[in-house]
């Protein structure tokens, strides 16, 4: 039969198992681990809490620890930051001058023209012209070169010749909105975008932007000064026939200035300004994007640096009053031409055949 106690007892011995005998040595070797493991964790803490200090002292004593601020333009109120000495110098901190700095004057001499026969007389649709060996100032043609005339974007060589004077190419200008509503604003740059000088000027010279001019006049120092520099500058030059009411040659009753004067301006940009010299002598240039600015590439308008063998460039405009007027010049066998033309209807091409004609009559000083 089936039994009860018998298979509880039975059960019972198969359960029953011996005690184990309990090892002494194991919890003091389980103290002792625990023991060392924290003290390892404990210096470890202490070394990264030490080097995070000593990174922070070294980072402090370093000029890099200061952040490389991107300084603003005196045409825009802003908070004023102290920059890294390797920073881009700001158009805020300039310190405005008294007046420019003296230049040399362009000597140009007519006497080659008085006592030479011309046989030919270039024809051209220009109402004022004239024509210069830059490499002995001799004039070779000139016609009503020194009437006052409208000279639209030609003004522009002395825009850029004054904010060279005032700034390094690096200055950062930060750009107001004002700029950006004169029109044509070619350069296409926005309100807050900042830019460096070069820039600036590369957009003012090969895109002809007006908002780039006026970017410059008011981002270094504030419009009015800057143009009455502009006229201080023509007073350094000598120019009788020239007077400047904005930086990018909008047509004003009072803004004009004569091809005579024009070509010392642009004699002047070519042999004291290189690196204007090299600006007006670019095809193009690309303006890579940052986080101050978007990306540009402008392309310079002067037809003749594609189209005219040895040109170096200077500047083309246009505007309702002005015509077509342009200031170009290019190096043959060590000789180098200017020839300025206002009041055309064929720029480039009066130019083109002014330059022609004053390579063909070589002079010697």
């Not at 803490?45 to 980072?59: E, P, Q, V, Y």
């Not at 290019?330 to 720029?347: E, F, K, P, W, Y």
């Amino acid at each position: 039969g089936y039994s009860l106690g018998t298979r509880g007892r039975r059960s019972s011995r198969r359960l029953l198992v011996p005690a184990r005998r309990k090892n002494p040595f194991v919890r003091p070797i389980i103290l002792i681990i625990v023991l060392l493991l924290g003290s390892r964790v404990y210096g470890m803490l202490t070394t990264s809490r030490d080097m995070h200090a000593i990174a922070a002292t070294a980072k402090a004593a370093s000029p890099r620890a200061t952040p490389r601020a991107r300084p603003t333009a005196r045409a825009v109120i802003a908070a004023r930051t102290s920059a890294s000495p390797t920073a881009s110098p700001s158009a805020s901190a300039l310190a405005v001058p008294a007046q420019l700095p003296t230049v040399k004057v362009p000597v140009f001499s007519a006497s080659w023209l008085r006592t030479q026969p011309i046989a030919e007389t270039p024809a051209i649709k220009a109402h004022a012209a004239i024509v210069i060996d830059l490499t002995t100032g001799q004039i070779l043609y000139q016609q009503d070169a020194t009437s006052r005339y409208a000279d639209a974007s030609l003004t522009k060589m002395m825009t850029a010749m004054v904010a060279s004077d005032m700034a390094p190419m690096d200055t950062l200008i930060k750009v107001p909105q004002a700029a950006t509503q004169v029109e044509p604003n070619h350069m296409g740059i926005s309100t807050g975008e900042q830019l460096t000088l070069r820039e600036l000027i590369e957009g003012m010279v090969l895109d002809s932007g007006n908002d780039a001019a006026e970017a410059i006049a008011m981002g270094l120092v504030d419009r009015a000064t800057f143009i009455n520099f502009m006229n201080q500058k023509a007073a350094l030059l000598h120019l009788r026939h020239t007077h400047f009411t904005n930086p990018s040659g909008l047509d004003d009753a009072d803004h004009f200035s004569s091809a005579y004067d024009l070509a010392v301006i642009g004699a002047t940009l070519l042999n004291d300004y290189p690196d204007l010299r090299a600006i007006v002598a670019s095809k193009s240039f690309s303006i890579y994007a940052t986080a101050q600015h978007k990306a540009f590439n402008p392309i310079n308008i002067d037809r003749l640096l594609w189209t005219y063998p040895g040109a170096i460039g200077i500047k083309p405009g246009y505007t309702g009053a002005a015509n077509y007027c342009l200031a170009a010049a290019a190096t043959r066998n060590g000789r180098t031409i200017l020839a300025v033309v206002l009041d055309s209807t064929q720029h480039f091409t009066d130019a083109a055949t002014l330059l022609d004609f004053g390579f063909r009559h070589p002079v010697t000083r």
